[in-house]
C-alpha cells in the first residue's frame, strides 16, 4: 500500500467526523440557546433548573455521557453508534452553548432592554429585535472555540466503532504497523479541519460586526 | 433504583480507588502542564520573535488537535521512534503536553494585563527585566489569572477519562469491569457519573476557597465562566 | 383652561430599605416644561421611570390625561407609546443605524408599513437635524449625535408627554448645545415636557415650571423667575446659587 492509498483512507473518515460536528452542534445551539434564553428570562424556577443541567452536563466527562447515552439508546431504540454518538455530544455541547448564550444575552440586556421597553415594546418583542441581535455578535468569538472543541470531541466515537478519522488510522496503523505515520495523519486532518472552521468563523465574525469608527 | 445503589456499595472499594487514580492524573497533568505552561507564557509575552514563534506553534498544535489523538501518537506512535512509555507515564505526558497549551494562554493574558505598565514601574527602581518579572509581574499575574484558571483543573479532570481507552486503571476503567460484571452499562456508567460530578464539585469549592485566600485586596478580578 | 396632561398622586416608592420618595404629588400641564432640579440620588430619575411605569410605584396613582395608567391590568407597552423617554446614557440600539432606532417602534409596536415608517423616521431625523446621519450606527456618531437620535426616536412614537433624565450629563462640554436646542426648539413647538437636569441656563430659558427636589421631596416649585428671584426656601436659593455658579457659567461661554 502506497503511502496515498494509507492517507485517503484515513481521509475519508472525514465524512464521519464532519457528519457526527454537523450534528452535534447545531444540535447543541439550538437546545443550548432555547435554554439559555429560558435561564435569563424564565423567572426563578426556570433557571434554577437550567442551573441544575448546566452544572450537571457541564460537570461529567463528554466520555461518560457518550457510554450512559450510547447504552441507553441502543437497548431501547434502534439507533446507530453515529447517531447516538452525535447527540449524545449534541447533548454535552448544549450545556457549553448554553452558558454561552447566556453569557451574550447577559453582556447585552439591562438598558438596551430597558430603552426598547420605553419606546413601547413588549418584552418579546425586545428580546427577539434589540437584545438577540447583539447578542448573536457577542456569542461568535466563544461559539468558535465551542465548535473546535466538538470537531476535536468527535474523535471520542471512535470508541463506539464510528468509522470516523480517529478510528480509520487506528485500524490502518494495525494493519500496516506504521502507527506513527498514521496518527501523525489524522492528527494533521484534524487540525486542518479546525484551523479551516476557526477561519470560516473569525471572517462570518467580521462580516457581522456592527460599524464603528475607530 | 435500589440495586442501583447497591452499585456504590458491591463497588465503592474500586470506584475509589479508580478515582485514586483520577485525581493522580489530574494533578501530575496540571502540574506538567503548569510549569510548561507558564514556560511557553513567558517566551510569548517576553522571548525573541523565534521563540514567541516557536510558542505559539506549539499552542496552536495542542489546542488544534484533539487529546485522543495526542496520546495515541505518545503511547502507539513514539515506540516506533524507541521511545517507550508505560501507560500512566504516556498519560501524563498527554495530559500534560495538552494541558500547558491552554494554561499558556491563561497565563499570557493575565501577564499581559498586568504588564506593561508594571513592568516601567520595576524598571524604574533599577530591578532587571527578569527580576521584574519574578518579583513583581508573575506574583500579580498568577493571581489574576486564578478565576479563570480554575477552569483548568476541572476541565482536566473530566478529561482524564480518556486514559482509559489505553487501559490506565482510573476511573472509567473500573467502571467498564464493574459494568462487565453486571452487564447493567448504563446504570453502571450513572454512577461513574455521580463520582465524578461529586469529584468536580469538591475541586470547584476547593478552587474558591483559593481564589478567596489568595485575592489581593482591593485588586478587581474577573469573574470565572 | 390649562388641561393636566400628568396627574401624579401620593406616589411613594421604596427599594428594599430605603424610602427614595413618599406622598408625591405633581401636576403638569399640556404645553408644559417642567423641569425637575436637585442634588443627585433624590429620586428625579426613579420619578421619571415611575412615570413610564419602567419600575412601578409602591403606592399611589398617575394618570395620563384621564386614563389611570398605574391601575391594575393597565397595557404598559400601549401606554408607553404615548410617554417618550430620553435617556442620560442614550441607550441607542447598536446594531441598528439611526434610522433603524427610529424605525424600530413604528413598523414593530404601530405597525407601519415600512415606507411609511422610513418616511416618518427621516422627518423626525431632519428635525433634530441629523437626516444626513440616517444611515450611520451609533458606534460611528458622536455623543451628541446620539442623543439627538435618541430624542428623534422617542419623538417618532407621537407621545403626549416626552420625559428626559439628565440628556446632557453624559456629554462633553462642546456637545451639550446642539442637544439643548433641539429641546428648545421642541418645548416652542408646544411638546409637553419633564426635564431631569442641571443645565440652569436651559431651566431659566425654556422652563414652564421649575421644580427642586431633594431627599425624595419637592422642596418647591414655581416659576424660573419665582424660583431664581425669590425662593421661598433657603435651602432652594443655597442649591440654585450654587449650581448656577457651576453649569450657568459654562453655558455663557458655550455660547
Redesign the interface.
Same mark, same amino acid.
Given at each position: 500500500m502506497d503511502f496515498s492509498q494509507f492517507l485517503s483512507y484515513i481521509a475519508s473518515g472525514t465524512v464521519y467526523t464532519v457528519g457526527v460536528t454537523l450534528i452535534a452542534l447545531p444540535a447543541g445551539l439550538l437546545i443550548g440557546t432555547i435554554l439559555a434564553l429560558l435561564y435569563v428570562y424564565g423567572g426563578k424556577v426556570a433557571a434554577r433548573v437550567m442551573n441544575l443541567y448546566s452544572t450537571v452536563f457541564r460537570g461529567i466527562p463528554p466520555l461518560v455521557l457518550l457510554f450512559i447515552l450510547f447504552f441507553a439508546v441502543t437497548r431501547g431504540v434502534n439507533l446507530s453508534a453515529f447517531w447516538a454518538g452525535s447527540l449524545s455530544l449534541g447533548m454535552v455541547s448544549s450545556a457549553y452553548q448554553m452558558e454561552i448564550v447566556r453569557g451574550a444575552l447577559l453582556s447585552v440586556s439591562g438598558d438596551q432592554l430597558m430603552a426598547a421597553r420605553a419606546v413601547g415594546l413588549s418584552r418579546l418583542q425586545a428580546i427577539r429585535y434589540v437584545v438577540l441581535p447583539q447578542a448573536v455578535r457577542l456569542a461568535i468569538p466563544p461559539w468558535s472555540n465551542e465548535a473546535a472543541i466538538v470537531i476535536k470531541d468527535s474523535s471520542l466515537v471512535y470508541a463506539l466503532g464510528v468509522p470516523e478519522i480517529l478510528r480509520r488510522a487506528q485500524l490502518i496503523g494495525a494493519s500496516s504497523q506504521r502507527y506513527l505515520l498514521a496518527y501523525l495523519s489524522a492528527a494533521i486532518i484534524y487540525f486542518l479541519l479546525v484551523y479551516a472552521t476557526t477561519r470560516l468563523l473569525n471572517h462570518l465574525e467580521q462580516k457581522l460586526s456592527i460599524p464603528s469608527n475607530p | 433504583m435500589l440495586t442501583w445503589l447497591g452499585y456504590f456499595g458491591r463497588f465503592g472499594q474500586n470506584f475509589l480507588r479508580g478515582a485514586g487514580v483520577t485525581l493522580e492524573l489530574t494533578a501530575v497533568g496540571l502540574a506538567i502542564g503548569f510549569v510548561l505552561g507558564l514556560l511557553l507564557a513567558l517566551a510569548r509575552s517576553y522571548g525573541s520573535k523565534w521563540l514567541q514563534r516557536a510558542a505559539g506553534a506549539y499552542i496552536a498544535?495542542f $489546542?488544534?488537535?484533539?487529546?485522543?489523538?495526542?496520546l495515541?501518537?505518545i503511547y502507539?506512535?513514539?515506540?516506533?521512534?524507541g521511545i517507550a512509555f508505560s501507560q500512566t507515564v504516556a498519560a501524563y505526558l498527554a495530559l500534560g503536553l495538552n494541558s500547558a497549551a491552554y494554561q499558556a494562554e491563561y497565563l499570557r493574558g493575565s501577564i499581559n494585563a498586568i504588564g506593561a505598565a508594571q513592568m516601567e514601574a520595576g524598571r524604574s527602581i533599577g530591578l532587571s527585566k527578569w527580576q521584574t518579572i519574578g518579583y513583581v509581574i508573575l506574583p500579580q499575574a498568577l493571581r489574576l489569572a486564578l478565576p479563570s484558571w480554575s477552569n483548568e483543573p476541572i476541565s482536566l479532570l473530566?478529561?482524564?477519562?480518556?486514559v482509559f481507552?489505553i487501559a490506565v486503571q482510573d476511573l472509567?476503567a473500573e467502571?467498564r469491569r464493574a459494568a462487565t460484571t453486571t452487564f447493567d452499562?448504563?446504570g453502571i456508567?450513572?454512577a461513574?457519573?455521580v463520582v465524578?460530578?461529586v469529584m468536580?464539585?469538591a475541586l470547584d469549592a476547593l478552587l474558591k476557597f483559593l481564589e478567596r485566600k489568595t485575592a489581593i485586596p482591593g485588586m478587581d478580578i474577573e469573574t470565572r $465562566? | 383652561m390649562p388641561k393636566p396632561i400628568l396627574t401624579i398622586k401620593n406616589l411613594t416608592k421604596i427599594y428594599g430599605q430605603n424610602v427614595i420618595f413618599q406622598n408625591l404629588n405633581l401636576t403638569v400641564n399640556e404645553g408644559d416644561t417642567v423641569v425637575i432640579i436637585g442634588p443627585s440620588g433624590t429620586g428625579k430619575s426613579t420619578l421619571l421611570r415611575c412615570i413610564n411605569l419602567l419600575t412601578r410605584p409602591n403606592e399611589g396613582q398617575i394618570w395620563l390625561d384621564d386614563l389611570e395608567i398605574t391601575a391594575k391590568g393597565t397595557d404598559e407597552d400601549q401606554v408607553r407609546q404615548h410617554i417618550g423617554m430620553v435617556f442620560q446614557n442614550f441607550l441607542l440600539f447598536n446594531h441598528l443605524t439611526a434610522l433603524g432606532n427610529v424605525k424600530l417602534g413604528l413598523t414593530k409596536v404601530k405597525k407601519m408599513t415600512e415606507e411609511e415608517a422610513t418616511k416618518k423616521a427621516m422627518h423626525e431625523l431632519s428635525r433634530v437635524g441629523l437626516a444626513d446621519r440616517a444611515n450611520h450606527y451609533p458606534g460611528q456618531l458622536s455623543g451628541g449625535q446620539q442623543q439627538r437620535v435618541g430624542i428623534a426616536r422617542a419623538l417618532a412614537m407621537d407621545p403626549r408627554v416626552m420625559l428626559f433624565d439628565e440628556p446632557t450629563s453624559a456629554l462633553d462640554p462642546e456637545l451639550i448645545g446642539e442637544v439643548l436646542e433641539v429641546m428648545r426648539k421642541l418645548a416652542l413647538d408646544g411638546m409637553t415636557m419633564v426635564v431631569v437636569t442641571h443645565e440652569m441656563g436651559f431651566a431659566r430659558e425654556v422652563a414652564d415650571r421649575i421644580v427642586f427636589m431633594e431627599k425624595g421631596h419637592i422642596v418647591e416649585e414655581g416659576s424660573p423667575d419665582e424660583m431664581f428671584n425669590h425662593p421661598k426656601f433657603d435651602r432652594t436659593r443655597e442649591f440654585l446659587w450654587k449650581i448656577t455658579e457651576l453649569y450657568g457659567k459654562k453655558e455663557k461661554e458655550a455660547e
Open positions: - | 498544535v $489546542r488544534g488537535t484533539p487529546l485522543l489523538v495526542q495515541f501518537i502507539y506512535g513514539l515506540p516506533e521512534l473530566k478529561t482524564t477519562a480518556i481507552l472509567m467502571g452499562f448504563v456508567y450513572l461513574v457519573a465524578y460530578l468536580v464539585f $465562566r | -
